[in-house]
């Protein structure tokens, strides 16, 4: 079955502190894997993707195929950062283009 | 501006009207979706379409309906609204092809009397 698992619903940590969000998945294919975030009052929007490799607002975040695992992670959190963090995962092959959520986990950096 | 667009923002309703959650994108795409979410759940995709008059459902069951005949309008609509059809409803659109970013709308928060 197909399935993203974000395991933790709040992760609070001060600012200046490393940040890393879990996120696993459930996939017998090449997924694509996605971080998308919700700022408080916007929409939500993509933040990165592990085909792009890039580093946006300083996080990061590594495709590990053995361990089914795509975690986010930024060195120094801001508090700017705090926010709702979606990982979500398309399957491969398909033509529709959908996307499989996890459940999100809230960030809040605290000063 | 390219955008996408959703309204109403919030509706509260009783049990038995029909109702019509709008979606609008001018971006230009072919690919338009609709997600339901419940509070501190993951989204579910519940229709999607490749382009005008093409409508698929999707992973999630849902009782609401979803017609394309226009390449920018997208609307989602419950004939008998029941209070398990409270949720947040987002709309999203991409463009052709398999590795088209989604572009969300800002939701309809729907609650059902």
């Known amino acids: 079955a197909q399935r993203v698992t974000q395991p933790e619903k709040l992760l609070s940590v001060f600012k200046g502190a490393p940040v890393e969000l879990k996120c696993n998945y459930s996939?017998?294919?090449?997924?694509?894997l996605f971080w998308y975030v919700q700022y408080s009052r916007q929409r939500l929007q993509l933040l990165l993707r592990?085909?792009s490799r890039e580093s946006i607002k300083g996080f990061t975040a590594d495709l590990n195929k053995g361990e089914t695992s795509f975690h986010l992670k930024k060195p120094f959190a801001q508090e700017e950062d705090s926010a709702m963090y979606y990982c979500a995962l398309r399957p491969s092959g398909g033509a529709t283009n959908k996307l499989i959520f996890g459940t999100g986990t809230l960030l809040a950096v605290q000063p | 501006e390219a955008d996408i667009y959703q309204t109403p923002r919030y509706l509260v309703i009783g049990t038995g009207k029909k109702i019509t959650l709008e979606c609008s994108q001018t971006m230009g795409h072919d690919k338009m979706y609709w997600y339901q979410q419940d509070p501190g759940m993951e989204l579910h995709l519940i229709h999607y379409s490749y382009g005008v008059n093409s409508t698929e459902k999707g992973d999630l069951s849902s009782e609401s309906t979803v017609s394309r005949i226009r390449t920018e309008h997208f609307p989602l609509t419950l004939e008998s609204a029941r209070p398990s059809h409270t949720s947040q409803y987002l709309c999203?659109?991409?463009?052709?092809?398999?590795?088209?970013?989604?572009?969300f709308g800002p939701g309809t928060r729907l609650t059902v009397l």
């Open positions: 996939y017998s294919g090449s997924p694509e």
């Open positions: 999203a659109s991409s463009e052709s092809g398999t590795a088209g970013t989604q572009y």
């Open positions: 592990h085909i």
